[in-house]
Nanobody, 114 residues
Framework: QVQLVEAGGGLVQPGGSLRLSCITS????????LGWYRQGPGKQRSWVAT???????IYADSVKGRFTISRDNAKDTVYLQMNNTRLEDTATYYC????????WGQGTQVTVSS
């Protein structure tokens, strides 16, 4: 059974930084492309970033240049470094494979507020 456990969220001021992590289990981790997604208040869940098996990174235009996705295959973990955060980054953040499975973790809440 696949499990996805996100952590690292919290309250941050605009312009601040956070590092999210997602520990996975039940996957053959190093064979999967992985992604981060987010769901803001009153919005549908949307894709944020992808990292391929080989480490190629792709970003949504809204986070390009501010967020960095990375992976540690030895720890079955994917990360999202969030820099220069904006109010509109407020959301619950989730990780999943690419394309996403129907099963999601609990997510981690990020609130950007002054």
């Amino acid at each position: 059974q696949v499990q996805l456990v996100e952590a690292g969220g919290g309250l941050v001021q605009p312009g601040g930084s956070l590092r999210l992590s997602c520990i996975t289990s039940g996957l053959i981790f190093n064979t999967k492309a992985l992604g981060w997604y987010r769901q803001g208040p009153g919005k549908q869940r949307s894709w944020v970033a992808t990292i391929s098996r080989g480490g190629t990174e792709i970003y949504a235009d809204s986070v390009k240049g501010r967020f960095t996705i990375s992976r540690d295959n030895a720890k079955d973990t994917v990360y999202l470094q969030m820099n220069n955060t904006r109010l509109e980054d407020t959301a619950t953040y989730y990780c999943n494979v690419i394309p996403p499975m129907n099963s999601w973790g609990q997510g981690t809440q990020v609130t950007v507020s002054s």
